[in-house]
């Protein structure tokens, strides 16, 4: 399978622990996303890098919230001190960027539940 | 900023017939692109179709196609002879400037045997 893959795919934790989850995009791809998704709404996007460099984030990204993409392959999004607000789907797109045309191809999620 | 409406949070078609899904948005750029990603129950987004704001002619795939009203900032679905396998959540995006994805609250379609 050469799509995007996201681990662990469901997470459980409890409020004030720190979790990190990863993404692993289609091979070629240049950039990565990441999107939180809570129950009935479309995904609402957190960041995205291009290879290595983080080059958006949304206000979303709360100072408990970092990402990282060291070699330009993986990437990897730790929430620290979770709360229950946290509880949602984390969505990991990737995307080969080329003369301005970019289509997001998406993971499977991780779903989150903070208790 | 931009943003994306889906009005019909739930839809339903008869299997074999045809189904359309509604999507606004609102921006002030002049070329930007649009989506319709499919996301199954408990499984991963998929893209279905997209349309670049500088072409004309509406996109098409198979038995889904758009009708794109740059003017009225419309970008509708449409679903022709209807798959028990077409029932999911639709969902409607806009990629904005800074290259990440505005997207819709979603219309769950339901296809009735």
């Known amino acids: 399978d050469t799509g995007v893959s996201q681990d662990p795919r469901h997470k459980i934790t409890k409020r004030g622990q720190n979790v990190t989850f990863r993404c692993d995009p289609i091979?070629?791809?240049?950039?990565l996303y990441w999107y939180r998704q809570t129950l009935g709404q479309g995904p609402e996007f957190l960041t995205y890098?291009?290879?290595?460099?983080?080059?958006?984030k949304s206000r979303l990204l709360s100072d408990r919230f970092s990402a990282e993409r060291p070699k330009g392959s993986f990437s990897t999004l730790e929430i620290q001190r979770t709360e229950q607000g946290d509880s949602a789907m984390y969505l990991c797109?990737?995307?080969?960027?080329?003369?301005?045309?970019?289509?997001?191809?998406f993971g499977p999620g991780t779903r989150l539940t903070v208790l | 900023a931009q943003t994306v409406t889906q009005s019909q949070p739930e839809m339903s078609v008869q299997e074999a017939e045809t189904v359309t899904l509604s999507c606004t948005y609102d921006t002030s750029e002049s070329d930007y692109y649009l989506f319709w990603y499919k996301q199954p129950p408990s499984r991963q987004m998929i893209l279905v179709i997209r349309?670049?704001?500088?072409?004309?002619q509406n996109a098409t795939e198979n038995r889904f196609s758009v009708n794109f009203q740059k003017a009225a900032k419309s970008f509708s679905l449409k679903i022709s002879d209807s798959q028990l396998g077409d029932a999911a959540m639709y969902f409607c995006a806009y990629r904005t400037d800074n290259n990440d994805m505005r997207f819709g609250a979603g219309t769950r379609l339901t296809v009735k045997p």
């Open positions: 349309q670049e704001a500088y072409k004309q």
């Open positions: 797109a990737s995307s080969l960027w080329r003369e301005a045309t970019d289509t997001q191809y």
């Open positions: 890098f291009q290879n290595e460099a983080q080059l958006e």
């Open positions: 091979s070629e791809h240049n950039r």
